[in-house]
């Protein structure tokens, strides 16, 4: 057995440090959360929603929210500034080009930029980079956190970001090692009177058949093609909406267009998300681009039955077994076929029970105890390279 790792100094850079934030807020306070009974963390983060026993939390000032890029550059400096010194290991969720420790959540800004682009269509584009104060920042940022100009390693929180980051920057192909996101434990399925009780607590229908989505893009994440959906499954059926407001009054619009607005439950982003779980029946998530969809492996947690993209669309799609782990669309925004796997959600039990099962083993299989352990030894080769 190898020797336990001795207590280091870590710094984390996150700038939303909430768990109502998105994806990366909520792997980065799961892993946090973990490491913290290990080793003294400190949190740097600009705006702060959260409080766990031994973390040590400093407010990184943000004199402009607008624009992101200034804020952006700001907050990298000023974290730069702040952990130069005394830590053991920094590690940064952000475009920074400091933290001898990057997790990437999402596509390298320079793929999305450039990538397919050739001839005058590349030099185009060049041209609006050249010219653009924002982009010119984020590239070089983004350039600079994926140097490998000292021991740093490159966590990507997906498999299915390998390629994106190896066309953006392959030199630093060496640093890249894969951590996917985890769940804190398996919840397992809701019992009747824990559906209705967070039911209530929600203020959805008591009866009828759930549908969940969470996510706080809407557009992004499908909800369009969900409403759609729903206008041709029975009038039993209703969804309830998990995420940012902001985009509520849009699609609240697109769901009275489709007949379906009484049936369209926006809750809000939530700061504990097990009631929604427990009242749902299944989750949809109908995604356009996700590099992996922690909500995925949270529903099956709770022995959601689960529809999901396919890996072109969604990263978790990748890990998992289509028809047998979850239903997999292949056209996210076909709603005909959406509502098909609904229906068949609602319509065979002996099919639900077989999805729930698998979802469970799923989930049992990526706990953040365990990955908090990963990350725990990505630290100790690090250290023991510094030092």
């Not at 609006?128 to 590239?139: A, G």
């Not at 509502?339 to 029970?353: K, L, M, N, S």
Request: with cysteine; proline share 6%.
């Amino acid at each position: 057995m190898s020797a336990p790792l001795p207590r280091l100094r870590i710094a984390v850079l996150n700038r939303q440090f909430s768990s109502t934030g998105g994806g990366a807020e909520r792997y980065s306070i799961a892993l946090v959360e973990q490491l913290a009974e290990q080793h003294e963390i400190h949190v740097f983060a600009q705006h702060i929603e959260h409080h766990w026993p031994g973390v040590t939390y400093h407010r990184v000032s943000q004199p402009l929210t607008r624009p992101r890029w200034i804020n952006q550059l700001w907050y990298a400096t000023a974290t730069w500034w702040a952990t130069r010194r005394g830590f053991d290991v920094v590690h940064s969720h952000e475009n920074t080009w400091h933290g001898n420790v990057q997790t990437v959540h999402v596509l390298p800004i320079k793929y999305n930029l450039l990538q397919g682009l050739t001839g005058w269509r590349l030099a185009l584009r060049w041209l609006k980079i050249v010219t653009s104060p924002r982009l010119l920042v984020y590239l070089a940022l983004e350039r600079s956190r994926f140097a490998l100009r000292h021991p740093r390693a490159i966590v990507l929180a997906s498999q299915a970001l390998v390629p994106q980051m190896l066309q953006a920057y392959p030199a630093s192909q060496a640093a890249f090692q894969v951590l996917t996101p985890g769940v804190e434990r398996v919840e397992g399925v809701a019992t009747a009177t824990e559906k209705s009780q967070a039911r209530a607590q929600l203020g959805l229908p008591l009866a009828g058949f759930g549908i969940l989505f969470v996510g706080n893009d809407y557009r992004k994440k499908g909800l369009s093609t969900l409403i759609q959906a729903l206008s041709r499954l029975p009038p039993s059926c209703f969804v309830a909406v998990v995420g940012n407001p902001a985009q509520v009054p849009q699609f609240k619009a697109q769901a009275a267009a489709a007949g379906v607005a009484q049936r369209v439950h926006f809750l809000g982003s939530l700061a504990n998300v097990a009631p929604a779980y427990q009242a749902a029946d299944c989750l949809a998530h109908p995604t356009l681009e996700d590099t992996f969809a922690m909500v995925v492996l949270e529903a099956m947690a709770y022995g959601l039955p689960v529809l999901v993209s396919s890996a072109k669309f969604c990263g978790v799609a990748g890990l998992l077994q289509p028809g047998r782990d979850a239903l997999v669309l292949d056209d996210p925004q076909d709603a005909q076929a959406l509502a098909g796997a609904i229906a068949q959600i609602i319509q065979q039990p002996a099919r639900v029970a077989a999805l729930q099962a698998a979802g469970l083993r799923f989930a049992q299989a990526h706990l953040w105890s365990e990955l908090a352990r990963q990350q725990a030894l990505i630290y100790q080769q690090l250290v023991s390279r510094l030092r």
